[in-house]
């Protein structure tokens, strides 16, 4: 592998950003780190190393965007590997969350993101050669999950500008791959990666169960190895050309696999009343 490349990872703080920053390190990349607590991520990376570079930066703003962007080229000469990493899950039903609680959902998992792509591609493209990872989540793929309408929406639209990004680069030797993690034993069901909602409505019984069931039950028991998605990360980056769809997790292979047996399905149970449209 390429050890010469230098990688752009956001919400590196904690969960799987966390996790892949240290792998990078360990296995001798250049890494560029951000999250909007810089003594956090410092003290979470627990790294002197010169090919570290911790860079505090608020994803919703776009000057701050570019200023990271800028350094991470001035410190380490390019940029080869965008990861989309930083975001948050929100739970509650679309009456219970307000206008707030939902903007700045998408604030974060989906804006943020387009800034970091919108400042980042001016290098990519003079380079001609780079590379840009968004992780998603399965949510982005089915959003049959009672209480999550608004996270799911998000991942959605992370997936729609992640296809039309792969073909708009693609004249300039550019790729963007699109991650579907499945449940990894990260914090991201804890506290600070999980917004509930202000004003619940008790009458949502299936929202509520399946609430409790994130936070009691999956929560410290999912499956997937957060070690072993930074290795394939690693790997994505390197593959000479990259899907623009992936699943991460067992889990997700086969939520995929439902969803698009279910979609095909109902696509097929009313396509007379689809085609009849026709002149």
């Known amino acids: 592998m390429d050890t010469q490349k230098v990688w752009f990872v956001t919400g590196a703080s904690?969960?799987?950003?966390?996790?892949?920053?240290?792998?990078?390190?360990?296995?001798?990349?250049?890494?560029?780190?951000?999250?909007?607590?810089?003594?956090?991520?410092?003290?979470?990376?627990?790294?002197?190393?010169e090919s570290f570079l911790p860079l505090e930066m608020d994803l919703i703003n776009e000057n701050n965007v570019a200023e990271a962007i800028q350094k991470t080229v001035e410190?380490?000469?390019?940029?080869?590997?965008?990861?989309?990493?930083?975001g948050y899950g929100q739970l509650g039903t679309l009456e219970e969350l307000t206008d707030e609680e939902s903007r700045k959902n998408f604030d974060t998992n989906v804006f943020g993101s387009l800034n970091v792509i919108r400042k980042a591609m001016p290098y990519l493209r003079a380079q001609k050669s780079g590379r840009i990872?968004?992780?998603?989540?399965?949510?982005?793929?089915?959003?049959?999950f009672a209480g999550w309408g608004i996270y799911c929406s998000t991942k959605f639209a992370v997936v729609g500008f992640t296809e039309a990004l792969a073909a708009e680069i693609k004249e300039f030797g550019l790729h963007a791959t699109v991650v579907y993690p499945g449940y990894f034993r990260?914090?991201?069901?804890?506290?600070?990666?999980?917004?509930?909602?202000?004003?619940?409505?008790?009458?949502y019984t299936a929202a509520r169960?399946?609430?409790?069931?994130?936070?009691?039950?999956?929560?410290?028991?999912?499956?997937?190895?957060?070690?072993?998605?930074?290795?394939?990360?690693?790997?994505?980056?390197?593959?000479?050309?990259?899907?623009?769809?992936?699943?991460?997790g067992s889990d997700a292979f086969q939520f995929a696999g439902n969803k698009l047996d279910a979609l095909q399905k109902e696509i097929s149970e009313f396509k007379n009343l689809s085609i009849s449209t026709d002149y």
């Not at 410190?75 to 930083?86: M, P």
């Not at 998605?229 to 990259?242: D, G, H, Q, R, Y």
């Open 75 to 86: 410190n380490f000469g390019k940029i080869d590997v965008i990861v989309n990493n930083a």
């Open 133 to 144: 990872i968004n992780i998603a989540s399965i949510a982005g793929l089915t959003g049959d």
């Open 186 to 203: 990260t914090n991201f069901l804890t506290g600070g990666s999980l917004g509930t909602p202000e004003n619940e409505i008790e009458e």
């Open 14 to 49: 904690k969960g799987l950003g966390l996790t892949l920053v240290k792998r990078l390190l360990n296995e001798g990349y250049s890494v560029a780190a951000t999250s909007r607590n810089l003594a956090e991520l410092k003290t979470a990376v627990n790294s002197e190393s």
């Open 209 to 248: 169960q399946l609430q409790t069931v994130h936070e009691k039950e999956i929560n410290g028991n999912q499956p997937g190895d957060p070690e072993k998605a930074a290795t394939v990360l690693i790997e994505l980056a390197s593959v000479k050309n990259p899907p623009v769809h992936l699943m991460l």
